[in-house]
């Protein structure tokens, strides 16, 4: 089997929910991107809300990231 190859997970601040389970998150360097959740995420109903810290992991291709984990 093959080793997965999910990137390092940084952390982020929700600045915006958007429909279909989709936030705008800053990242520390100030930067603004599309996460959308996880499915481990929805399929338990943990709730994002603006100004939740999480932990995100990014695209390999740079257009969006997957939030993995609320830490607050």
Do not use: C, Q, W
């Amino acid at each position: 089997m093959e080793e997965s190859t999910e990137g390092d997970p940084t952390t982020g601040t929700v600045e915006e929910v958007l429909p279909n389970s989709l936030f705008r998150v800053r990242m520390p360097d100030g930067n603004l991107l599309l996460a959308y959740l996880a499915g481990k995420m929805r399929l338990h109903r943990i709730r994002v809300l603006v100004g939740d810290r999480v932990e995100l992991v990014l695209d390999p291709y740079g257009g969006r990231a997957r939030i993995v984990r609320r830490l607050s």
